[in-house]
């Protein structure tokens, strides 16, 4: 079991580098243009790759953000309770959103198999075939799903959600500093 956390864990780790990396490229991109411009060139399909790199950072890190307690999660309903009616609770929410995950994840993957059996091929500067960009949006939806179907799995076996150890052990830390 040890092996299948380390193995989650570094796939959780691998897809919020991703999502890193591309939060550098779309400086790099816009540094690159800015500059260009003041050299009095244009670099030819730098705002399509930043749209590209944009989707990206948006999807690839979600959970790695997820299992660090980094998503806003509003507890206004959860917080009012306790015992076992906050854990039945939690458990129902844990698995609406990873339904809800999966088939964002579904949508994505079939949207990337349309986009490669009809041969879509993007419409800006440069004609990449369009299902390419759509690879980190599939990946890193899928692997959100897999971190909420991971917690969810986690919880209703008796153990604690790893957002709740962050935001628990980020608490603690806050309140180490401030002494």
């Known amino acids: 079991m040890q092996g299948l956390r380390r193995a989650l864990d570094a796939l959780y780790l691998a897809g919020g580098v991703a999502g890193a990396i591309a939060i550098v490229a779309i400086g790099a991109l816009v540094l690159v243009q800015v500059l260009g411009r003041q050299a009095g060139f244009h670099v030819p399909g730098a705002d399509d790759l930043t749209a590209y790199a944009v989707a990206a950072s948006a999807t690839l890190p979600l959970a790695y953000t997820f299992r660090h307690a980094a998503h806003i999660r509003v507890d206004i309903v959860i917080g009012r309770f306790s015992g076992r009616s906050r854990h039945a609770l939690e458990l129902l929410v844990l698995a609406i959103a990873s ?81």
């Open 99 to 179: 339904a809800v995950a999966l088939l964002f994840a579904y949508a994505c993957l079939d949207t990337l198999i349309d986009s490669w059996t009809f041969g879509e091929v993007a419409q800006g500067m440069l004609a990449v075939p369009i299902w390419i960009p759509q690879i980190p949006l599939v990946f890193g939806s899928a692997l959100f799903a897999l971190a909420l179907v991971d917690d969810l799995v986690v919880a209703a076996s008796g153990g604690e959600p790893s957002y709740r150890r962050a935001a628990e052990r980020s608490a603690q830390e806050r309140a180490a500093e401030e002494v």
